[in-house]
């Protein structure tokens, strides 16, 4: 799997690259990966709807991690873009925090 994933932060963007040689990861791993950081960041559902959309989870999680801890930490931006590519379907995909929109 080859993802990348941008995410904008204002004028701010970060790059997150899952090499070619990054292992694809089950849908299941993927959701569960993405739930316990939205637990462990203590993000907020973005609508009151009651049910968290993917996308809505992948923007909060974007939004508390900051563009500095992406930036900070290799490891973070490769396991965020393996997990947002394989819940969206999309090895290309963007997050644009401020506008609360995720494009693929």
């Not at 040689?21 to 990966?33: N, Y």
């Not at 203590?42 to 049910?51: I, T």
């Not at 490769?78 to 590519?85: E, G, K, N, Q």
């Amino acid at each position: 799997m080859n993802a990348t994933v941008r995410l904008s932060f204002g004028p701010t963007e970060v790059i997150c690259h899952l090499p070619k040689d990054g292992a694809a990861q089950p849908l299941e791993d993927a959701r569960r990966w993405l739930d316990d950081r939205f637990v462990a960041y203590e993000c907020e559902p973005l609508r009151a709807l009651g049910k968290v959309l993917t996308r809505d989870k992948l923007i909060a999680l974007a939004e508390a991690i900051g563009a500095q801890g992406f930036e900070a930490d290799e490891a973070l931006r490769a396991d965020f873009a393996r997990a947002a590519a394989t819940m969206l379907g999309s090895e290309s995909v963007h997050i644009d925090v401020d506008g609360r929109q995720v494009s693929y």
